[in-house]
């Protein structure tokens, strides 16, 4: 069974980072599954922002915090990170991973994790 956990959020000052985790378990690092980020913002749809490849380490970037995040994996520690930069008080959202066996694109996930909050104030 995949298991998704998300940890590394809080509250954070505007300018400030973040490094989001994703433990992921059921699955080996080698196979070819994606690991996605999204984020729900109050009242807003979850949109998806990043996602990686964790058999090559291929990545690709949505349009929402573009240059102020940086999606990577630890294959050792079957964990996906999302670092966040520059956060404004927009970014403030739950942010969830997500996995799918196939090809890193930002839709059409299978497997969720329960999302971690990241607040920014101004």
């Known amino acids: 069974e995949v298991q998704l956990v998300e940890s590394g959020g809080g509250l954070v000052q505007a300018g400030g980072s973040l490094r989001l985790s994703c433990l992921a378990s059921?699955?080996?690092?080698?196979?070819?599954?994606?690991i996605g980020w999204f984020r729900q913002a109050p009242g807003e749809e979850r949109v998806g922002v990043s996602c990686?490849?964790?058999?090559?380490?291929?990545?690709d970037y949505g349009d929402y915090m573009k240059g102020r995040l940086t999606i990577s994996s630890d294959n050792a520690k079957n964990t996906v990170y999302l670092q966040l930069n520059n956060l404004k008080p927009e970014d403030t959202a739950v942010y969830y991973c997500?996995?799918?066996?196939?090809?890193?694109?930002?839709?059409?996930?299978?497997?969720w994790g329960q999302g971690t909050q990241v607040t920014v104030s101004s």
């Open positions: 997500a996995a799918r066996r196939g090809v890193c694109w930002l839709y059409d996930y299978d497997y």
């Open positions: 990686i490849s964790v058999s090559d380490n291929f990545t």
């Open positions: 059921g699955f080996s690092f080698d196979e070819y599954y994606a």
